[in-house]
């Protein structure tokens, strides 16, 4: 059963891409800082004294992101929903051992994203490894390259959108997924997410690069030019 | 630099974590192979799609349930 756990914003000003265009410099994409509000630190500190409704505050403010995270983890409702109500109990529990070294939000994703991994080893214990060497390179190279066309995130309702990329990311391996969604959808640093996973930079890299090319590849059945599903 | 060489640097040129000799050799291959063009446009499309969504809001028994067990574990601390 497929769960879906994206929104997409419909109007977006963002030149499309599949147009042919000149050559320009990457944009890299966002890090975390850019999620947290500012606030964020005198919320942690208040909580940090005992005041329950700081600390409710900041459950308000992140429980949404934490179950999509555990959810495209896990991909089970009760082990996600499980996974974030320990991730919350637990910062609450060592918020005192919280020296404030990373932003909030990253150290809750940390717990959040080790608390759906526990979970889904012991669903998959035979299909989740991340100890396994990836491939060689010979299956990078793409199978199938069609045109997208311009602006294929518009072509699609929200909610369409929303369905199609809880189903691409539903059909990677996990040892891809849990690496893609900490690095593209979370938004951390590679370090951080070779932390969160206890695997190398490298290890990451290899990863990350692997299943960003197998979800253009699965994107490719929605959004080549002049189809629509 | 051929098309390999682009697919194995795809991740770490969308990224802009190359250096710029080899960002260099990328993009001169880019401007003759529109192929590669094609898998980078797209996988950077792919990225962006993921990033920025939005997570849609938590369902009303989901939301219940973990206020219900919060507030439990905040009485434990008081009491």
């Known amino acids: ?229 | 630099m051929n098309c390999k060489g682009v697919i194995r640097e795809i991740s770490n040129y969308i990224d802009g974590d190359l250096d710029l000799a080899m960002k260099q050799e990328l993009e001169r291959h880019l401007e003759h192979c529109e192929d590669c063009q094609m898998v980078v446009d797209q996988t950077r499309l792919t990225v962006e799609v993921f990033c920025d969504s939005q997570p849609v809001e938590l369902p009303g028994d989901v939301k219940s349930r973990l206020h219900d067990a919060l507030r439990r574990k905040l009485q434990e601390k008081s009491n």
Not at chain 1, 4 to 24: D, Q, Y
Not at chain 1, 106 to 116: D, G, S
Not at chain 1, 167 to 194: A, G, N, Q, W, Y
């Open chain 1, 1 to 229: 059963m497929l769960y879906a756990t994206f929104i997409v914003p419909e109007a977006r000003m963002r030149p499309p891409i599949g147009l042919r265009k000149p050559l320009s410099a990457p944009n890299p994409h966002r890090l975390p800082s850019t999620i947290a509000r500012d606030d964020e630190h005198l919320l942690v500190a208040a909580a940090k004294r005992g005041d329950a409704h700081a600390f409710e505050e900041l459950v308000n403010r992140y429980e949404a992101k934490i179950f999509r995270l555990t959810l495209n983890i896990t991909r089970n409702r009760e082990d996600a929903e499980d996974a974030m109500q320990d991730a919350f109990l637990k910062s609450y529990a060592h918020l005192k051992s919280f020296h404030e070294d990373s932003r909030f939000y990253t150290w809750l994703v940390r717990i959040a994203a080790n608390e759906a991994l526990m979970r889904l080893r012991k669903r998959r214990p035979n299909q989740f490894s991340l100890d396994e060497p990836v491939e060689g390179d010979e299956d990078l190279m793409p199978r199938e390259l069609e045109d997208w066309g311009p602006s294929p995130e518009q072509r699609f309702a929200q909610t369409e959108m929303h369905e199609i990329l809880s189903e691409v990311i539903d059909k990677l391996e996990p040892d891809f997924r849990v690496v893609f969604v900490l690095r593209d959808v979370e938004e951390l640093s590679t370090e951080e997410t070779s932390k969160v996973l206890g695997i190398s930079v490298p290890a990451v890299k290899s990863r990350l690069l692997r299943a960003r090319l197998k979800l253009r590849q699965k994107l490719n059945r929605y959004f080549r030019q002049g189809d629509t599903n």
